[in-house]
């Protein structure tokens, strides 16, 4: 089912690098986003519970008792938002709690970016009329990701793949090192040619295109909130060098690091 219902942004904050929550669990009046940036925390809400990294958008429904922990560091955007009121919206509601993983590395990125900064404003207009416009640009993204998620599950019937699972826990923690998707494969005991399908199966990406992505962001990160040379930046986010950064950089993003460092740099 698809959900085409306006939505309303009703506060909004940016976490960067936050170390703990202050509370161990809370409950919101209003529906809720997790969008993580960098890092990883756990879950727990109503039938809900994992943990999630770069990619995820964990939507929590109100009312609802939200447990989270954070495992590493953690950098995140803060979404409260509600529904403009239309018939069959309370029956829709039920499907659309829980953990949503983006593929589109680069309209992502992208919407991340033009969050950040607009929230700088957003308690006036124009900053506010933006925000909804960016809000509701994010759950396209989300109504797409539900769609190929029931999709594959029809076809597939891999989604909840426990290996893959296994997997993605083990991308997102060695993403920035120097690492290999066979020695990921042999761990599984399993191929790298059926950890690729499978992988696509259950997160609608392949480990490369899901590692990029956490690379991707982290060089946007560092390259927006520090000074450090390409070369530097390329080693932390797990690349071999800046050549290589930049090659890969402009391929997904349309620009080089460089040129993105002036036009985005806070």
């Known amino acids: 089912m698809r959900i085409n219902w306006s939505v309303h942004p009703v506060a909004y904050t940016y976490w960067e690098k936050k170390e703990q929550f202050l509370l161990e669990y809370d409950t ?13 925390f756990a879950y727990r809400f109503g039938d809900h519970e994992g943990e999630a990294g770069w990619g995820d958008i964990i939507v929590c429904p109100p009312g609802t008792a939200f447990y989270r922990r954070t495992v590493t560091t953690l950098t995140f955007h803060f979404i409260q938002f509600e529904w403009e009121e239309k018939p069959g919206l309370e029956e829709a509601a039920a499907t659309l709690g829980g953990r949503w993983t983006v593929r589109d590395v680069e309209r992502l990125l992208s919407t991340y970016r033009y969050m950040r900064n ?8 124009p900053g506010f009329g933006r925000m909804k416009h960016m809000l509701e640009d994010l759950w396209r993204l989300l109504d797409i990701e539900r769609s190929f998620a029931a999709e594959e599950m029809q076809s597939e019937g891999e989604s909840s793949d426990q290996d893959m699972q296994k997997a993605r826990q083990w991308l997102l923690e060695h993403a920035c090192t120097p690492m290999t998707m066979q020695e990921l494969a042999a761990a599984l005991s399993i191929t790298p040619v059926q950890l690729t399908r499978r992988f696509r199966a259950a997160y609608q990406a392949t480990p490369s295109e899901f590692v990029t992505g956490i690379r991707l962001q982290k060089a946007c990160l560092l390259l927006e909130d520090s000074t450090q040379s390409i070369e530097i930046i390329a080693q932390q986010c797990g690349y071999e060098n800046g050549f290589y950064l930049s090659r890969v ?15 985005h740099r806070l």
């Open 249 to 263: 950089f402009s391929a997904k993003l349309g620009l080089t690091p460089s040129k993105y460092r002036k036009l």
């Open 28 to 40: 919101y009046p209003v529906w809720t986003i997790f969008a993580v940036e960098q890092g990883q």
């Open 118 to 125: 607009i929230g700088r404003s957003i308690q006036e207009e």
